[in-house]
Structures are given as C-alpha cells and as structure tokens.
C-alpha cells in the first residue's frame, strides 16, 4: 500500500455541490450521489479547513432546457461564451433542492461559495464561471488563509468536481480528487474524458483511505 497522504495545515477539502437535488430523489439526482456523504463526513474530520460549494441558480437560469423552447435536458447547445448543456431545472436559490443533504455533517466548514447565481452565466467550476473570466473568489480566499493544496469530493465527478480540480491546478493550487468520495453522471463519455484530463494536468485522483490526518 502506497504512504498515506498526511493533511496539514495548508490543506483545504473543498466538497462540491452535496445539494438535494444532486441526490437521489432530486430534480438531477447524480446516480447513487448521497453515497458520496459518509465518506464526505469522515474526510472532513480530518480537514482544518473546510469549504463547501452551492449550486444556487435563480428560477429560469438560462443552463436549464425549460429556458429554451424546443430543447431538452441533456441536450448542448452554444451560449455566447461556448457549449453549454442544457439541465433539468435544479437547484433553485431558496427551494429544498438548493439546500444540502440534511446528512452531510461538516459544522466547521469555514466558506460557502455560491456559483451559477448569474441567470445568464452556469458554473460548474468553484473558481470560475462556465465563461471562464467571472471569478468566484475562491482562489483569492485559498491565498489570503494559506491553503495551497486543494482536495475535492462530492458531485458530480465528471461536471463540477472535474472542472473545479482542473481550475486549481491551472491557478497554481495542489489538486487532488477523492474518487471514491465523488460519483458521475456520464454524459457522453464525460467520466472517461474527466479521468484523462486529470492525468493530462497531473491531478492525482486517489481513494480516501489513501488520505491521513498529519
Ligand atoms: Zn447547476
């Protein structure tokens, strides 16, 4: 068995979008998502810092298919800052499905981040909207605290765990995905295609029992 990973200090779990409507019985409930939370719950025990994503999308958000006569969820189609896959209508601000899984249990998760909050820009990313220039913030937040190596757990592994991961990286943060603390959607190969950009960037995709408290 390969050296566990020790956490430190400068390490940050970032937990995307563990939203109702992700989890089975919601509006794009992600298969098996809300098996995702007990290892979730486990993880951040030995996290000092925590953040947690919010999908968090006003009524009529142009990602959604009911915003396109004609169109159907799963279908792409091109928004002025490029593809876009249209969703079924989720994660509505204020709605149960926006709020998180009543069984994630991280009490000293310091930050949430909302993203997708533009009704004309989606966001699948932690750190920048599907336009790529609108900023989160959250990577101004991981210098100002000291965090430099970011890990990642929660839904979807292929949408926005994949690009929150790849947006670390490319802003000169550690990535590292907990795979077993994630799950898919598989559109079109978008599971394969997640893996091979990992490998591509050099984020390293690992199990949880490979991570240790420091
Ligand atoms: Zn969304």
């Known amino acids: 068995m390969a050296i566990p990973i020790a956490i430190g200090a400068s390490d940050v779990l970032v937990v995307v979008d563990v939203q109702n409507d992700f989890c089975p019985g919601g509006n794009l409930a992600v298969p098996d998502g809300d098996a995702v939370i007990p290892p979730i719950n486990r993880l951040a025990q030995l996290f000092a810092n925590v953040v947690l994503t919010q999908d968090w ?11 396109h006569p004609g169109r159907a969820p799963f279908d792409t189609i091109a928004m002025p800052y490029g593809p876009q896959v ?3 209508d989720h994660c509505i601000q ?13 009490p000293h998760a310091a930050l949430v981040v909302r993203k997708g909050f533009r009704k004309a820009i989606d966001s699948y990313s932690a750190f920048c909207e599907n336009d790529r220039t609108t900023p989160t913030g959250l990577a101004g937040y991981l210098r100002e605290r000291g965090l430099v190596r970011a890990f990642f757990a929660g839904l979807a592994f292929d949408f926005c765990v994949r690009y929150s991961a790849e947006d670390a990286a490319r ?3 550690g990535a590292v995905v907990i795979e077993d603390a994630c799950r898919g959607i598989d559109l079109g190969g978008s599971m394969a295609a997640a893996r091979e950009s990992f ?8 199990t949880a029992d490979a991570i240790a408290a420091a």
């Open 86 to 88: 249209l969703w079924p």
């Open 57 to 67: 999308h006003p009524a009529g958000h142009l990602s959604f298919a009911s915003s």
């Open 94 to 106: 204020e709605t149960p499905g926006a709020n998180f899984h009543f069984a994630l249990d991280i």
């Open 199 to 206: 490998a591509v960037r050099g984020i390293a995709c690992v």
């Open 171 to 173: 802003g000169g943060f």
